[in-house]
């Protein structure tokens, strides 16, 4: 099966392909046990080091610059991402990833964005139960000084000049969060370029918890990118635009076909997706925490990970090697009601599972790789733990976490179709339409949303949690565990979900978390009423 090249060159790509036997109900990828790929591998063209020498590196925790207030700025610079190269990223802070966020449940935080890039950007914070005016909406953007205004602009965009707060009241259990670019049409390559970071909420039912604290907690955000040979991000750009603004029909990206969207180069112009990329972009170097399947140093005691999939369209299927367990205690919005043991944990773009792992079941000088058997060859390697020795450890988890909400009772059944449609990823056949709400759920209440689906589509809903209640008419996974905000719907799926509308009355969104995806519009909004 050969991909194509642009639109009109006669060839059928592999996505197309998939899509004409969709047409006969076979579900293609992610049957019979094979590889299960989200999207199309970009292969780096600079040299790659040997995985696991470069020690993980931990993100700096963001400090107040007065009580309850926070600023970071988006900036470029350039890091040592690869050994010996010089990488140009886009970050907060000028870092990748961004400062790690701890956040008190009950005490608001209000985060100052400062926006340096030559691009505008919308922040998201992920997970979050956050007023609709801090939520990150795409067309919602802050722009860097003197960005020319745009006769492509789509309706209802709004300009932040230079400098703008989020609020977010925190009023929600402690959970791994994390924060990203949202910018319409281009979120997939700001991210690309390093525009992410976490957020850990922090809360009293957790701190009377006996977990894993300090040096053995470790935030763990893994993503996937490939390189030139000089060191840069590649990323899979089709066609240059000398507007600077990107476009395309309805406004949503450019490209062959008009599919997908771009990012801004050094000169102001914008660059579209390559049509062969359509499905997703993976790149072949894994990440973790900005690192190349890199190596920690542990003691032989329980380890708390927080665990971030923040590639654009990567799945992984993490696995302990030689041997080894996870148990789970928390999922996307919080603690779980008790700990789920698990030998593999299968993650989508944007989910998290909050798990411990104890390496006092291996001796001193033991190595035990973080596989992803999802892939072959280097994406096949996540990073490396070391046990260097043993030590004193009282923590413990205990069978009894938390408390979590209840399940409530729903209202109604609502579907959300998330398929290529007329050569575009739409969702309920339509590509996204700023201020057209698909639903309207009140305040309060709770819905079953029935999500199916033609390929591998994670969804993620703003604002609302929700439990997953079946998959495909049966039980659901064991890691479906907890309330969440994003859910792996497979290929030729269908998930049902409880999802419950507190917080906030206004304008949100429900998307597929695979980036690419994301920007060839595959977003709808809904508003709480």
């Not at 006969?24 to 046990?33: E, F, K, R, S």
Request: hydrophobic share 35%; charged share 20%; proline share 9%.
């Amino acid at each position: 099966m050969t991909p194509a090249g642009p639109a009109g060159s006669g060839g059928v790509s592999r996505r197309a392909f998939l899509g004409v036997l969709g047409g006969a109900g076979l579900a293609v990828a992610g049957c019979g046990g094979g590889r299960e790929s989200a999207g199309e591998s970009l292969a780096s063209r600079a040299r790659l080091p040997e995985p696991f020498t470069v020690p993980l590196p931990i993100p700096e925790v963001a400090r107040p610059v007065s009580p309850g207030r926070y600023e970071v700025t988006q900036r470029v610079a350039a890091a040592e991402i690869l050994p010996g190269l010089r990488t140009e990223v886009w970050g907060y802070g000028g870092t990748f990833p961004g400062p790690t966020f701890e956040l008190r449940r009950g005490t608001p935080a209000v985060l100052g964005v400062r926006n340096e890039l030559p691009v505008p950007t919308s922040t998201h914070l992920h997970g979050g139960v956050t007023p609709p005016e801090s939520d990150g909406y795409p067309t919602d953007l802050v722009v860097p000084a003197g960005y020319p205004s745009s006769p492509h602009a789509h309706p209802g965009e709004v300009h932040h000049q230079v400098v703008r707060d989020y609020r977010y009241p925190v009023e929600q259990r402690a959970a791994t969060l994390w924060y990203h670019d949202h910018r319409m049409d281009f979120t997939a390559p700001q991210v690309w370029r390093g525009l992410a970071g976490m957020v850990l909420v922090r809360d009293e039912e957790e701190d009377a918890l006996p977990l894993p604290r300090g040096e053995r907690e470790l935030p763990l955000m893994i993503c996937d990118r490939a390189f030139e040979e000089d060191g840069s991000f590649r990323y899979p750009h089709a066609a240059h635009h000398a507007d600077g603004h990107g476009g395309g029909p309805t406004g949503h990206g450019g490209g062959a076909a008009g599919h997908g969207g771009g990012a801004h180069g050094p000169a102001g112009g914008t660059y579209a997706l390559a049509a062969d990329y359509m499905e997703g972009v993976e790149g072949d170097v894994i990440l973790v925490n900005g690192a190349p399947w890199p190596v920690a140093e542990v003691t032989a005691t329980r380890h708390r990970l927080h665990l971030v999939n923040a590639s654009n369209a990567r799945r992984y299927r993490l696995r302990l090697s030689p041997g080894g367990r996870f148990t789970q205690i928390g999922s996307d919005a919080g603690l779980l009601a008790g700990p789920v043991v698990h030998d593999t944990i299968t993650m989508a773009p944007g989910e998290r599972y909050d798990v411990v792992v104890d390496f006092s079941a291996y001796p001193p000088g033991s190595r035990i790789t973080l596989l992803n058997t999802l892939a072959d060859g280097p994406a096949g390697n996540v990073m490396r733990f070391v046990v260097t020795r043993k030590a004193p450890d009282d923590t413990a988890v205990p069978a009894t976490l938390s408390r979590p909400p209840g399940r409530p009772r729903p209202v109604t059944t609502r579907t959300f179709d998330f398929r290529r449609t007329n050569d575009s990823w739409t969702i309920n056949g339509h590509r996204y339409r700023p201020g057209a709400p698909l639903a309207r759920p009140r305040l309060g209440t709770a819905e079953i949303w029935r999500l199916t689906s033609d390929f591998h589509h994670p969804v993620h809903v703003h604002l609302a949690h929700f439990q997953v209640l079946a998959r495909n008419g049966r039980q659901p996974a064991a890691t479906d565990a907890g309330w969440k905000d994003t859910v792996d719907v497979r290929p030729y799926e269908v998930v049902d979900v409880l999802a419950r509308f507190d917080g906030y009355r206004g304008r949100y969104m429900l998307h597929c978390h695979n980036l690419e995806h994301e920007d060839m519009a595959m977003m709808a909004d809904f508003e709480v009423v």
